[in-house]
């Protein structure tokens, strides 16, 4: 073998490094080490397909193993790297037969991903208990849901598929009550997806408000958004308890029980870094791997990408973790470029995200509340705003609501948040733009942004933010 970039990992990530070094390099060898069989999908894509909007798993799959065959990548699914060691620059892999191996490198990536957390609860042996962190958890869940003399197991089309998981799930009477722990991402998502199918379903979010890193005004309109489509939101409480003998019987939470049987855990994720313990690899943020702008870890020739890797606030200029799907794709390509020859930064992060629920569409970047600012060490100054989505006399205007943070000392732009019904959550790639450029309020204000009566107003509801904001730090 000649010279060979390993890598640990093939989503995101890892496929992405794989496929440029093998384009820039095409005279070397990578190897790419995945412990489980699923390779390159889409995890955002999960509760469309729970929901039914997806028909079939496979549609969730980016590459095929055949795919990444053919692009002269040695895939090896079913192999599990256990073991980093930079001083022998080698990695210990143990083998779908139990047997265990070393195998060299000259640069090697680690890739390795996220897990999910479940906080004090087990879901692992209590049937109707999931949380939904891959493809095997969307499959067991939608067959969960099912009536069992109705479930169509060729859903679960892809042949990697924990089958005998399925059909566990598929086994039992249909469920006709949900509850979902966390308020976040997942959770909101998931409320849309099981009111889809059919069920009552209660969100529990431990804080006042849903959604909190997306702020106040965002958080206010996704919970009466979920409440107008019969979802039960219950802000500012805690679930004690998932209850249940061999299947989910209710939850235990604010002094009561809620009857369900199904419990979707969303309570969040963490850096899957066992693979570096002991090789003296430093890590950062929620133990997310420490790199520096070209990806390379405290050891030379060992490489982090994706939500396993800690990144750099485009705000902050500070250390971070955010585990998000561009940030993964874009980190992984530089890591393979750098590595093949052509030096590429990683790029900062901002933590740009959208979410929907229902006909409700949200966005967030940088430090988007004077909470988040504040801690950050600003002085935060912040206005939110309503204004069209379109020229009012054009049909399908509808209500938007912006927020921007500011600093007050520099009147940068820190951040903001964007909710609404009609295009709005695309709008926050215009503020994610502003925040990479570290552009002041003044300057948003002044920005060209297009106008024609069926997108946009004259005055763009970013626009109208920025002018507000603006005024407050002036006056």
């Known amino acids: 073998m000649t010279d060979p970039f390993v890598v640990v990992g093939a989503d995101a990530a890892g496929l992405s490094a794989a496929s440029k070094f093998r384009r820039e390099r095409p005279d070397r060898d990578v190897v790419v080490f995945e412990r489980g069989q699923f390779i390159s999908y889409a995890h955002c894509g999960t509760p469309y397909f729970v929901e039914g909007r997806v028909s079939r798993l496979s549609d969730l799959l ?11 990548i040695d895939l090896r699914r079913g192999h599990e790297v256990t073991a980093v060691d930079p001083e022998t620059k080698t990695v210990h892999v143990q083998t779908p037969g139990g047997t265990t191996s070393e195998q060299p490198y000259s640069a090697a990536l680690v890739a390795t991903g996220a897990h999910a957390v479940t906080g004090p609860f087990d879901v692992s042996e209590l049937a109707g208990a999931f949380t939904l962190h891959g493809l095997n958890d969307a499959a067991a869940i939608d067959a969960y849901i099912a009536d069992p003399d109705e479930y169509d197991p060729d859903r679960a089309d892809v042949a990697a598929v924990d089958r005998d998981r399925v059909d566990r799930a598929a086994a039992h009477p249909a469920p006709d009550a949900a509850a979902i722990v966390g308020g976040g991402y997942v959770g909101v998502e998931m409320a849309e997806a099981l009111r889809g199918r059919g069920l009552d379903v209660h969100l529990f979010q431990r804080s006042e408000r849903l959604l909190p890193p997306f702020g106040a005004a965002v958080g206010d309109r996704v919970a009466s958004t979920l409440t107008a489509h ?28 809620v009857p369900v049987e199904l419990a979707i855990v969303g309570v969040g994720i963490e850096p899957a870094t066992a693979v570096v313990d002991g090789a003296g690899i430093d890590c950062g943020p929620h133990g997310a791997i420490r790199t520096d702008r070209y990806g390379e870890t405290s050891e030379p020739d060992v490489y ?46 901002a933590g740009t995200a959208v979410v929907k629920a229902f006909e409700m569409e949200c966005g967030r970047v940088g430090l988007a509340t004077e909470t988040i600012a504040r801690d950050a060490g600003f002085d935060p100054v912040s206005e939110t705003v309503t204004a069209g989505s379109r020229s009012g006399y054009y049909p399908g205007a509808a209500e938007t609501d912006v927020t921007l943070v500011a600093d007050a000392d520099s009147g940068r732009l820190l951040g903001g948040s964007i909710a609404g019904t009609d295009h709005a959550a695309v709008r926050i790639d215009t503020l994610a733009t502003a925040i990479h450029a570290e552009l002041s309020v003044a300057a948003v204000e002044r920005l060209d942004l297009a106008y024609a009566p069926p997108f946009s107003p004259v005055w763009d509801p970013v626009l109208v933010a920025a002018k507000v904001l603006r005024g407050s730090l002036e006056s």
Request: charged letters at 20%.
């Open 62 to 72: 980016s590459l095929s193993p055949a795919d990444v065959d053919d692009r002269g």
């Open 230 to 257: 019969d979802v039960t939101v219950h802000t500012g409480t805690s679930v004690d308890a998932i209850l249940g003998g061999d299947r989910v019987e209710g939850v235990r939470a604010g002094g009561r029980t």
């Open 304 to 349: 982090a990408a994706g939500d396993c890797a800690a990144s750099r606030h485009a705000v902050t200029g500070e250390e971070t973790w955010m585990p998000l799907g561009l940030t993964a794709n874009r980190s992984g390509r530089a890591v393979g470029a750098t590595v093949g020859g052509d030096p590429t930064p990683v790029g900062d992060v």
